[in-house]
Nanobody, 122 residues
Framework: QVQLVESGGGLVQPGGSLRLSCATSGFDLDEFAIGWFRRVPGFERTGLACRDYRDGREYIADFVKGRFTISRGNDKTVYLQMDNLKPEDTGVYFC????????????????WGQGTQVTVSS
């Protein structure tokens, strides 16, 4: 059974950092892509940082370049390191798996975690 479980969200001050974790199970991570997405009220999910582990392609949204990094641990966990956080980074963060043609599109991912809340506020 495919499972993705996010953790690591919370309240952080502007300029601070958080590392989100996406624990994966039930599939071979080398055969799929993992994407991190954010949802804010009234808007559709937005792709932030995505990596296709089949071929190494990576997508980083322009508005998080230099601040967010996607990486993979040895234990089938995929991380999203977020630095220099801004209030506009507030939202629910999801990881998802799939075989997308366009890495940044949420519509091309098949399985999603439950999400973790990130709030950036002083």
């Amino acid at each position: 059974q495919v499972q993705l479980v996010e953790s690591g969200g919370g309240l952080v001050q502007p300029g601070g950092s958080l590392r989100l974790s996406c624990a994966t199970s039930g599939f071979d991570l080398d055969e799929f892509a993992i994407g991190w997405f954010r949802r804010v009220p009234g808007f559709e999910r937005t792709g932030l940082a995505c990596r296709d582990y089949r071929d190494g392609r990576e997508y980083i949204a322009d508005f998080v370049k230099g601040r967010f990094t996607i990486s993979r641990g040895n234990d089938k966990t995929v991380y999203l390191q977020m630095d220099n956080l801004k209030p506009e980074d507030t939202g629910v963060y999801f990881c998802a798996m799939g075989r997308p043609d366009w890495l940044g599109s949420p519509w091309e991912y098949d399985n999603w975690g439950q999400g973790t809340q990130v709030t950036v506020s002083s």
